[in-house]
């Protein structure tokens, strides 16, 4: 884990010196690890195999596509990114072992998008981000523990929380399955609970209510859920896990032929993959969902027809979806903290440019950023969605009606927040 | 999830590492005067400290001035009887070990180098610092008196010689020129906690007729603690058995009486919340916490990765720390005059607050750990005896005061004498290197006072649980580094051996590129300042 590079040649370690000066001129010199005069690393760890990995593995090189497309731009600041992958296997005692590599190996600047929720807790408790005062932005969970800014004084969500979401669904509920028989199956650990206190928080009562461990779904287990949804009579269903659950889920009641009104949570309810899963398209109809992005198929989105230019050229064959999308868009936030944190750039800067600067970030997500010097909260609001016979997902009731709230006891509010405009041709020019 | 065979009973592999005893030579008899022999250039001698101690002296020819002082591990202080798994046959021995275990290549190596080495196998067995403290101090005149042109001594000491290497080099620095705790001992409060939470929580869930502890006196207590060790390891044995028949939802002991509610919950998770509760790490000798076996259905090794493969990680580092408990438990309640484990005001919801989510599959889920808890809330608790854990916490203690330099080096998943227990010593002299700086400041002084405390960890590598072709874990490899009680190789103690001569010839710790390259070349040695391993329960996050 440790190396050190030792220069021998003094001709050698005098070259060094002088392009460094020349360099000097363009870009201050910088000491920060992870940042050369030509450079900045940046890592993530996601589970790019096994189980967990659909959907999940497309979000790195996404990112990664569109650093290139920045980097053929110009990069940030005339310093290319460099983006390094590290496959967890969705295994948080594994994603300590990854993040430390990135960490004291690789030596990265900084973390972007790590995912996973039971994962980020362990690496940041064993790794020590905060103390190493490693940033970690735009973390690819919504656990709202970690808004917690002293505790996690230089990490930076970027999803709304789950309690936000689950409390919009609440909402939503009220407002449109008054009077029916509510059932819902939840991830029994942080994020499901994270969700559960909301809901509960809302007065939303479910009729049926099935928790799961995460790691334990299967077509097996799936089945037990189903028997136990019907046998309670759910009309309408909310699912609250990874997409990994939703397809045997959705897979085995089209089988036993019971079909709710499905409310599949934002976290497993990626159409594309879902259908790569295995789940009808047919099933997928009607099915209502919060969202935060536009469909990554509305191409008159200027940040998705942006997006889906890059992802032809930089990340050709890869079919274009939420995460993808998702990726791409964790990229433009990350070239806008690090151009925020100007040219001579450190790790204590970024944590200020995302304190004082990040809620102003352009973003495809249609709710505010909450970022500032006591928040680290990301978006703060979704839409409701339905899907349609494509598996295409469409503003419910043909518009989208955002709705905005937090993690704690404040109200939802529909909201008429309007997000930035994306950067010209993509490419961001805040400092 | 389909079924699997262990080769081997994990209680044999995890626990014999606790008992590293290596004989090398036995004196014939105490000598207040070394008795001493020559042969091929090295001088050994025999004798007894004042307390009867043996003890070993082995100088070269070329003798360079600078003798390793040696401090062995814990010992037993009782026998164990021949047929309890793991430990049987072990007879109470003081026989002295000048160096780790008594390796030849070690010693070998030293005394090439024109060092000594010496060690004494101690007065008493079991926790016994105070007095070894005391015996170490004679040795080293012993030594000093047989060879006048020593100029150095530096101590080193594994585990419990850890602890009194430390406490050496804390209360002598006039005797020590350097240090090295290696997978040292902390304070025995701490230490006898997790010991004591880890024995509770198996004796709750899995067989309540393990007595734990508040052993009675003379030969009925000592038959109690060998009664507690064999049935700790049948249920050790018996989770083994159970996750093999079924790995997802493992019976729970025919010995066990929680209610059958809590059954609902599957038996692995209980011994996951023992491991966080007590603070007893997830990977073990042969479980990393992370593979699975190849050809598993993609679900089902994610579903081992997260679940099955931390329950049989926390079942063999618990054959450890159990071990630990019975032994040292029924050894210090002698000392201390009664109970020592008291935990009537633990909160173990709040024990595992921060590491739950972590390991949420492994404990099923908050519905699982929720169970699992709620039912130790309603259990009745262990009431210490207030007088003996007061006696306890007189014994010796670390202050972390040390000004000689002091080179520390810990397995990060050592069931024994976890990582926290390095973790508390790096604390304490941060703590009172932040005082002497205050105090500098105070008084004008801009320069802040060195840092003599170096510390390396052995982590283990990222993957290395091995299964066979048939997909059943394989526990005859040997275990992986990082892992199990001072599990070094010959290559890092010399490398710590370097250390330390460097140390007590500069009178600072190597540092920059030599200590990298020097610990590099040994492998598995990691120094990392920005790391911070897990604290000791005892002293909370």
């Not at chain 2, 802040?448 to 982590?459: E, K, V, Y």
């Amino acid at each position: 884990m440790i190396r050190k590079t030792r220069i021998k040649r003094t001709w050698l370690a005098a070259a060094v010196i002088a392009s460094g000066s020349l360099l000097a001129t363009a870009l201050p010199a910088n000491a920060e690890t992870g940042v050369s005069a030509s450079e900045i690393k940046l890592g993530i760890t996601l589970p790019l195999t096994g189980a967990a990995s659909p959907g999940y593995s497309k979000i790195g090189n996404a990112m990664d596509a569109y650093f290139k497309y920045v980097n053929d731009n110009g990069g940030v600041y005339g310093r290319k990114v460099t983006l390094i992958q590290k496959n967890d296997e969705y295994s948080p005692q594994l994603s300590i072992a990854k993040t430390n590599e990135l960490i004291l190996r690789d030596k990265v600047f900084a973390l972007v998008g790590p995912l996973g929720t039971a994962n980020f807790t362990a690496v940041h408790k064993s790794v020590g981000l905060a103390k190493r005062k490693v940033p970690a932005l735009f973390l690819n969970t919504g656990f709202s523990g970690f808004s917690n800014k002293k505790s996690y004084p230089s990490s930076f969500m970027i999803l709304p929380s789950y309690a936000m979401e689950a409390k919009i669904i609440a909402q939503f509920l009220k407002e449109n399955h008054a009077g029916k028989k509510l059932g819902i199956v939840y991830q029994n650990d942080e994020f499901g609970i994270d969700g559960l206190g909301a809901f509960k928080a809302a007065g939303t009562k479910f009729d049926v209510s099935i928790p799961y461990t995460s790691g334990t779904q299967s077509a097996a287990t799936a089945q037990t859920w189903v028997s136990q949804l019907a046998a309670g009579g759910a009309q309408v269903v909310v699912f609250f896990g990874v997409t990994s659950a939703t397809a045997p889920l959705l897979a085995v009641a089209a089988a036993a032929k019971y079909a709710p009104q499905w409310i599949l949570g934002s976290v497993g309810s990626d159409p594309l993959t879902l259908r790569a899963l295995g789940v009808p398209v047919a099933v997928l109809n009607g099915a209502q969902t919060p969202a935060g992005n536009p469909s990554p198929n509305d191409t008159s989105d200027e940040y998705v027809k942006q997006f889906q230019e890059i992802n032809t050229k930089y990340n050709a064959g890869t079919a274009f979806d939420d995460y993808v999308l998702q990726g791409m868009n964790i990229g433009l936030m990350t070239v806008q903290a690090l151009r925020a944190a100007g040219k001579n750039l450190t790790r204590k800067r970024l944590v200020r440019a995302m304190e004082t600067k990040g809620s102003t970030f352009a973003s495809v997500a249609y709710s505010p950023l909450g970022f500032s010097r006591t928040s680290n909260v990301g978006h703060t609001g979704y839409y409701m969605a339905v899907m349609d016979a494509n598996g295409d997902r469409k503003p419910f009731g043909g518009s989208v009606t955002l709705y905005t709230t937090d993690s704690g006891s404040g109200p939802v509010v529909k909201s008429t927040f309007k997000r930035p405009a994306m950067p010209a041709k993509g490419l961001p020019s805040n400092s | 999830m389909r079924t699997f065979k262990f080769k081997r009973s994990l209680t044999l592999v995890a626990v014999s590492s606790l008992l590293s005893i290596t004989v090398v030579s036995i004196p014939t008899a105490a000598q207040a005067t070394p008795v001493c022999t020559t042969a091929s250039g090295v001088t050994t001698c025999l004798g007894a400290t004042s307390d009867t101690a043996p003890y070993m002296l082995m100088t070269p020819a070329n003798f360079n001035g600078t003798v390793y002082l040696y401090s062995h591990g814990y010992r037993p202080n009782v026998p164990v009887p021949a047929g309890i798994p793991g430990y049987g046959g072990y007879t109470v021995t003081n026989t002295p070990e000048p160096a780790p275990g008594g390796n030849a290549q070690i010693i070998g190596t030293l005394l090439a180098k024109g060092y000594a080495v010496m060690g004494s196998g101690f007065a008493r067995q079991g926790w016994n610092a105070d007095s070894a403290i005391k015996t170490n101090v004679e040795l080293i005149g012993v030594f000093k008196k047989q060879y006048p042109k020593t100029t150095k001594v530096v101590a080193w000491g594994n585990s419990l010689g850890g602890f009194i290497t430390q406490a050496l080099a804390e209360q002598y620095p006039d005797l020590i020129s350097a240090a090295a705790p290696l997978c040292m001992a902390s304070d025995l409060t701490p230490l006898m906690t997790m010991a004591g939470d880890a024995l509770w929580g198996i004796k709750t869930f899995f067989d309540p007729t393990i007595k734990g502890g508040g052993y009675s006196a003379g030969a009925a207590g000592y038959a109690e603690a060998m009664g507690d060790l064999v049935k700790v390891f049948t249920v050790i044995g018996a989770m083994q058995a159970a996750i093999a028949a079924n790995p997802t939802a493992p019976a729970w002991p025919a010995t066990s009486k929680v209610p059958d509610a809590l059954k609902a919950v599957p038996s692995r998770s209980a011994l996951v919340l023992i491991a966080l509760m007590s603070g007893v790490p997830m990977q073990s000798a042969h479980f990393d916490s992370t593979s699975a076996p190849a050809g598993l259905p993609a679900s089902s090794a994610l579903s081992f990765q997260l679940a099955i493969n931390p329950a049989l990680a926390a079942l063999e580092n618990l054959a450890n720390a159990a071990a630990l408990a019975v032994l040292a438990t029924h050894d210090v309640e002698q000392q201390a005059g009664g109970a020592i484990f008291d935990n009537t005001a633990t909160d173990y919801s709040a024990r595992v607050s921060a590491e739950q989510f972590i390991w949420s599959s492994a404990l099923s889920g908050n519905a699982g750990v929720g169970a699992l808890l709620g039912y130790l809330a309603a259990v009745p608790r262990v009431k210490g005896n207030p007088a003996a854990i007061a006696k306890m916490a007189t014994l010796t203690t670390h202050t972390g005061k040390v000004e000689v330099p002091t080179i520390l080096f810990t397995g990060t998943a050592d069931p024994v004498t976890t990582p926290g227990n390095q973790q508390a010593v790096i604390d304490k002299y941060a703590a009172y290197s932040a005082e002497k700086w205050a105090a500098a400041k105070k008084a004008g002084d801009r320069k802040r006072p060195a840092n003599n405390q170096l510390a390396l960890w052995n982590f283990p590598p990222e993957k290395y649980s091995k299964f066979t072709a048939a997909g059943s874990p394989d526990t005859t490899v040997a275990a992986a580094t990082g892992t199990n009680h001072c599990n070094f190789t010959v290559s890092q103690y010399l490398a710590i051996a370097d250390l330390l001569a460097y140390a007590a010839d500069n009178g600072k710790n190597m540092s920059g590129g030599a200590l990298y390259t020097k610990i590099r070349k040994a492998g598995n040695m990691t120094y990392d300042r920005g790391y911070s391993a897990p604290k000791l329960k005892y002293y909370g996050e």
